[in-house]
């Protein structure tokens, strides 16, 4: 690492120990720290750089601070700050944009055109507005005019590929054929010699299927791209559609030393398992999780940020019976909540939920998050204590800046059943259980080490929560301080909820779906059970679950682990008691 922050960290050190409260001194010193990869120290100087500072010097510090959370996968937080930048300073490009790519990262297409749209009518020539101008319109439905766009876009920026990359993937994210075929039909007039238009074309192609179009473009181009490591990748994927496993591994083998990407040692770790040789898969996944966590910034996320706030609400929680007058009267039909943790199956039962027509599923979106973040403000972390502070008054603000929230990402009706999924929600159970005064939970619970293996093979995106993914061991301490922290407030709060098993769920469908529409006191309906048919209508799936949830279901991923069992001997011990709580064998 470099001694040049280290160094601009001591000296703006001395300068805020002698009394210098010059938000300039604070909003360097923030940035030195996030060099230096300390995202709290950094947060902490940049809050101060705000608080030291008014009109749009406030604005650039506020904005300097949404980076800093982003930078660490924080988004809420950042675009908590962001807005703050925008009272300030409306008219800034930079700030609206950011500001409308939150939004769109998040789901909510509607609220990310005003702002994107805004941004890129101040700086017309900027191409990254433009391409998200383009990319949203065609998420809101608008295909022809994005279309439109993205071909302005190439038209300016020749010889430029992001375009034309954003483009493809915009239209075959729609399955709109016609407009991909004109992608790709600009993308070979453009480029026809280039390589890297070759690759794209077959990345495309193998990720809609068109197999006997990639394995044209590999014999054709192979020797040409025999160097290209995004080749190799997408050539080892379509040879393993064949299940020539061996021959896909030999290919990846001959570029992952000189790679080094957690993609290309994912798909090897992935190949070396469907081989059944689990030995040198997990030492695959591995890699690819230590190279994971090294990327971009990936590097800066606090690795135990999520560990110590469970520590402390688990402490908090620990022995606190009968606090709630929980069970009071509620002021209108609360949201159901489905939650558990990453890779339990709850993807899978939203889903089958998705199709019934009394439901209206929200999929992973920040509201709650949002308000959560009010009452930490107010109050402090959402322990059991702090939440007995909250009155009515406190409840009816914190519900109807949720719901607010809500109608950004989705078109609420009133005469449906809200189902709020969100793996993660699991950490904020006693909040939910307050707020909602004792609202409806389905609960998705999966063989603890299946889940724990899962989720340290998955090529998650990478936050505060997912980075204790990149190892194992973390894995195995963040799921056992979740689900600790879960049995705290279900013994503490008497939780209404319903269980749901991945394994049950799985060999008898129908039986268990019957059970979740009587706890939600709806009428069987037979097309919930067509799950594949809902992630069709429902296009895009923004979670790690996409490619099963539209495949029949199948049973193979259950007892997994018991493949690699020798990796979890040394963790049993903290295992095994959630293992008995769940009322599975050891």
């Known amino acids: 690492m470099s001694g040049v922050p280290q160094e601009a960290i001591k000296y703006l050190r001395m300068l805020a120990d002698d ?54 996968g924080r988004s809420v937080e950042a675009q908590e700050a962001y807005l703050e930048a925008e009272k300030l300073k409306p008219n800034s490009e930079k700030i609206l944009y950011a500001i409308g790519r939150h939004y769109y990262e998040n789901g909510s297409y509607r609220n990310a055109l005003q702002y994107v749209s805004r941004a890129f009518q101040i700086a017309p020539d ?7 101008y383009a990319n949203t319109l065609c998420k809101l439905g608008e295909e022809e005019q994005a279309a439109d766009e993205f071909e302005k876009v190439i038209d300016t920026s020749v010889g430029e590929l992001l375009p034309y990359a954003e483009y493809l993937e915009a239209m075959r994210e729609r399955e709109n054929n016609n407009l991909t075929t004109r992608a790709i039909s600009k993308l070979r007039a453009c480029f026809p010699d280039k390589l890297l238009a070759v690759v794209m074309e077959l990345e495309h192609c193998e990720s809609i299927n068109d197999i006997l179009r990639a394995k044209t473009l590999i014999k054709k181009y192979d020797q040409e791209l025999s160097n290209n490591v995004r080749y190799k990748l997408v050539k080892s994927k379509v040879i393993a559609r064949d299940g020539a496993y061996d021959e896909a591994v030999d290919i990846l083998e001959t570029v992952a030393h000189r790679s080094k990407t957690a993609p290309v040692y994912f798909m090897l770790a992935d190949l070396y398992h ?24 990936a590097k800066k996320i606090n690795r135990d940020f999520m560990l110590k706030r469970i520590n402390k609400l688990s402490e908090a929680t620990v022995g606190k019976h009968a606090h709630f007058d929980n069970k009071l009267e509620k002021s209108r039909r609360s949201p159901v909540f489905l939650y558990g943790f990453p890779r339990s199956g709850t993807t899978l039962l939203d889903q089958f939920l998705y199709n019934h027509s009394g439901i209206q599923v929200m999929e992973e979106k920040p509201p709650l998050l949002s308000i959560e973040l009010i009452h930490e403000k107010q109050f402090g972390l959402p322990t059991i204590d702090t939440l007995t502070m909250l009155d009515d008054v406190d409840r ?61 093979m998955q090529n998650f995106f990478l936050h505060e929560a997912s980075i204790n993914f990149t190892s194992f061991g973390k894995s195995v301490d963040f799921y056992v301080k979740v689900m600790n922290l879960w049995k705290s407030y279900n013994e503490a709060m008497s939780l209404n ?21 009587e706890f939600l006191g ?16 429902r296009g895009i799936i923004r979670t790690a679950s996409y490619s099963q949830v539209v495949q029949p279901i199948y049973k193979s991923a259950i007892h997994r682990w018991r493949k690699y069992e020798r990796h979890f001997e040394p963790h049993m011990e903290k295992i095994a008691p959630i293992i008995e709580y769940f009322g599975y064998d050891l």
């Open 497 to 517: 909820v319903f269980p749901v098993k991945y394994e049950e769920l799985v060999a008898d469908t129908e039986s268990v779906m019957l059970g979740v529409v």
């Open 126 to 132: 900027n191409v990254t507005y433009h391409l998200r």
């Open 522 to 537: 709806l009428s069987w309906n037979e097309e919930l059970l067509d799950h594949i048919g809902g992630a069709r209508k």
């Open 19 to 72: 009394g210098i409260k010059d938000a300039n001194v604070y909003s360097n010193l923030g940035n030195a720290y996030l060099q230096c990869n300390k995202s709290s120290e950094a947060i902490r100087a940049l809050k101060i750089a705000t608080s030291n500072s008014i009109g749009e010097s406030a604005a650039e510090h506020y904005y300097n601070l949404g980076c800093a959370y982003i930078q660490i």
């Open 274 to 297: 469907k081989e059944g040789n689990h030995e040198k898969a997990f030492k695959n996944f591995e890699k690819a999780n230590v190279l994971a966590a090294q990327e971009g910034d």
């Open 396 to 456: 009816q603000r914190l519900l109807h800046t949720y719901y607010e929230k809500v109608r950004g990402y989705i078109d609420l009706d009133e005469s449906k059943i809200l189902i709020d999924k969100g793996p993660y929600n699991t950490i904020r159970a006693g909040f939910i259980e307050t707020v909602f005064k004792h609202p409806k939970v389905i609960f998705s619970i999966r063989h603890p080490c299946d889940v724990i293996l899962s989720c340290f």
